[in-house]
């Protein structure tokens, strides 16, 4: 089946920090969502990209849209503490059944 | 606008016992609804397509006897978990699709616990 590989798995870093992380697939996608989960919580969609080369900014995320089709990546500008929690890469690959494919998930701590 | 709730938030249920969990889009119409289970450290791993009016789609590995879904209007969608068994404890969470947008809203999850 379709897999999205997520990387890195857990980053520890700095508050000020800027951060980033990927997904990547061998498959080809129609649309490449950012998703952030606080503990206990349900995802929240922080990006929406549905062009290829895409590169969409929400306050301090930015993400893009692989030329490829097949990846994506979001960067985290001037970490602050209350960026913690589990961030997910999600894709569909188009259709009418608008099934999501969720990575793994990377595990963001920021110390103050 | 475009919230999700589920009921429960979190339950705890006997082992052979059977509940059920609510999704509810509360400010828009979605025919189209989602339910994911993630265990502790795990990602999301959608279970079933619920569609208004008819028939769930169950993914590959899901028993459609034991998690049994009704969409009965276009703003609710329930699941059931039947003769729960504790490997049955997890998180459970519903995504909404706006008919408008066809943007895919999560709920907050409902945390069971089978003892």
């Known amino acids: 089946g379709q897999q999205l590989n997520q990387s890195p798995q857990s980053m520890f870093i700095q508050e000020g920090e800027d951060v980033s992380m990927n997904c990547t697939s061998s498959?080809?996608?129609?649309?490449w969502l950012w998703y952030k989960q606080d503990p206990g919580e349900g995802p929240v969609l922080l990006i929406a990209?549905?062009?290829?080369?895409e590169l969409t900014s929400n306050g301090r995320l930015t993400a893009q849209f692989g030329i490829t089709r097949k990846d994506s990546f979001l960067n985290i500008s001037a970490s602050i503490p209350s960026d913690v929690g589990i961030y997910f890469c999600?894709?569909?690959?188009?259709?009418?059944?608008?099934?999501?494919?969720f990575g793994k998930g990377t595990l963001l701590t920021v110390n103050p | 606008g475009a919230v999700v709730s589920q009921h429960p938030s979190w339950v705890i249920c006997k082992s052979g016992t059977s509940v059920k969990i609510e999704c509810r889009s509360l400010?828009?119409?979605?025919?189209?609804m989602f339910w994911y289970r993630q265990f502790p450290k795990q990602s999301l791993m959608l279970m079933a397509t619920?569609?208004?009016?008819?028939?769930?789609?169950?993914e590959q590995g899901v028993e459609k006897d034991k998690f049994l879904i009704n969409h009965a209007s276009l703003t609710l969608s329930t699941l059931t978990v039947t003769s729960a068994h504790p490997e049955d404890s997890s998180f459970y969470i519903c995504?909404?699709?706006?008919?408008?947008?066809?943007?895919?809203?999560f709920g907050p999850g409902t945390r069971l616990t089978v003892t």
């Open positions: 995504s909404a699709l706006a008919v408008t947008s066809y943007e895919q809203y």
């Open positions: 498959s080809i996608f129609n649309t």
């Open positions: 990209l549905y062009k290829a080369g």
């Open positions: 999600a894709a569909n690959s188009g259709g009418s059944n608008y099934k999501l494919t």
């Open positions: 400010d828009f119409q979605a025919t189209t």
């Open positions: 619920s569609n208004e009016g008819s028939k769930a789609t169950y």
